[in-house]
């Protein structure tokens, strides 16, 4: 019966440990972080060919998006599409990843952190992105890009 009873126990899962800052360089953690910075990068410098070279060509992009209004909807987008909103302007964009966990497994990672995302260095949106990545040849590229997107709270 004892057995029975631990057998029949659900045991919680602990959220993933957000990190304590960025990885220190040469590790696994920075490797698979350079992907996520260079995609960074391309939207700073509003240069969508440096986003492709940070995702395989077939990477995709889904936005969770919540509007003031309280209202919500859910986007999917590919590599191309996603990469096409990124357009030359005179704006400066930069999107600041706060604290994020890395998980490494073999040729699989992800990225999960909360992020706020700023036009010429104010507050647009904030949210959490969650970026899942896979090794090939020993490069980390982007295979999926996950975010949700608020106006309100940030």
């Known amino acids: 019966m004892i057995l029975?009873?631990?057998l029949l126990q659900i045991t919680p899962v602990q959220p993933i440990v957000k990190g304590t800052g960025l990885p220190p360089p040469g590790t696994a953690e920075a490797a698979v972080m350079a992907p996520v910075n260079a995609?960074?990068?391309a939207l700073a410098a509003r240069d969508p060919a440096l986003g492709a070279a940070a995702m395989r060509a077939d990477a995709t992009a889904t936005v969770a998006s919540e509007e003031a209004n309280g209202t919500s909807?859910?986007?999917h987008h590919t590599r191309d599409e996603m990469l096409a909103g990124i357009k030359p302007g005179p704006e400066r964009?930069?999107?600041r990843l706060i604290d994020p966990a890395i998980e490494?497994?073999?040729d699989i990672a992800m990225v999960w952190g909360r992020y706020v995302f700023l036009i010429d260095g104010?507050?647009?949106h904030c949210g959490v992105d969650h970026f899942d990545l896979v090794r090939e040849g020993g490069t980390w590229k982007i295979q999926n890009i996950t975010w949700s997107k608020?106006?309100?709270g940030c």
């Open 39 to 41: 995609l960074f990068s």
């Open 122 to 124: 104010k507050i647009s």
């Open 104 to 106: 490494i497994d073999g």
């Open 93 to 95: 964009f930069e999107e």
């Open 4 to 6: 029975l009873s631990l």
């Open 150 to 152: 608020r106006v309100t």
């Open 73 to 75: 909807k859910i986007t």
